[in-house]
């Protein structure tokens, strides 16, 4: 898979890359990352990519000019006519970041990695900046407007680094361990993981949309805490019911708004009641 980015601030990505599982999957090849200078595609001397807009108000707007001129070069045409463009057109996403947009969400990750969907070749990621962008380019050129979360940043440069990150260690070959992507938080359920060996007793549950369970290491007591004997004896089907019990406190403490969308069991439902009882 190939990344386009395009910015007014190219050099804010120099050293996003350069680190942890990006650097390797860039370096082995598993993806490309392409960053692409907006100010290129102007004509002007003062390389003017903004205006004031139209009606008045706050700030300045992106023009649709040199964005379309940086889409061009890239190969990308308007929407209508990539819709009518065969395969080569279906495997391309342009995406445009901006606090309008629907909510960056797991599953949308693994929509642009391709599981379980399209497999797509390219995701060409369009940072907006100042108010935002001349909405004619998302009408004429955008698959679809992100946010990735509800609160507003200076632009999406930020936002177009949380998407290749979330979606890039998505891609098979660059976790480690593919079941990295599989155990955790806003993972898919039981009846979706891909990950199992064949004999080995499996001691979590897929997430099914909730948030992952706590987590524990050496050395088995700190700052007067001890480790949860549970996770040190050994009974894999006592692990895995202690860690789906964290899974629902967790979510109900911190987002439960997720367990109305999270695939739950009538054993999860019993123990979310017995939770809310206690909590009582």
Not at 158 to 164: C, S
Not at 216 to 243: C, K, S
């Amino acid at each position: 898979m190939r990344f386009e980015i395009v910015t007014i601030f190219p050099g804010f990505f120099a050293g996003i890359f350069e680190n942890g599982i990006l650097r390797r999957a860039l370096a082995e090849g598993l993806v490309t990352v392409g960053v692409h200078d907006l100010r290129t595609f102007t004509h002007d001397r003062h390389r003017t990519v903004d205006d004031r807009p139209f009606g008045g108000g706050e700030g300045m707007v992106l023009k649709a000019e040199p964005l379309a001129e940086a889409l061009a070069s890239l190969g990308i045409k308007p929407k209508t006519e990539r819709e009518s463009g065969g395969d080569a057109a279906a495997g391309t996403r342009v995406i445009l970041l901006s606090a309008q947009g629907r909510r960056f969400t797991q599953s949308m990750a693994r929509e642009l990695a391709g599981l379980g969907g399209v497999k797509l070749d390219r995701v060409v990621l369009i940072c907006g900046r100042y108010e935002g962008v001349d909405e004619r380019v998302n009408e004429l050129y955008c698959d679809m407007e992100l946010s990735i979360g509800d609160y507003v940043l200076s632009g999406g440069e930020l936002a177009a680094a949380v998407v290749v990150d979330a979606v890039m260690r998505l891609i098979p070959g660059v976790l480690g361990n593919e079941a990295s992507g599989e155990f955790e938080s806003f993972g898919v359920a039981d009846a979706e993981i891909t990950s199992d060996s064949v004999g080995v007793p499996r001691s979590q549950h897929g997430a099914g949309g909730l948030l992952d369970y706590p987590h524990y290491t050496r050395p088995a007591e700190f700052g007067g805490l001890r480790a949860p004997e549970v996770l040190m004896n050994g009974d894999h089907l006592q692990i895995r019911r202690w860690r789906r019990e964290q899974q629902l406190r967790k979510t109900l403490a911190n987002r439960p708004d997720l367990l109305e969308g999270a695939v739950l069991s009538a054993e999860d439902r019993r123990l979310l009641e017995a939770i809310r009882r206690e909590a009582r």
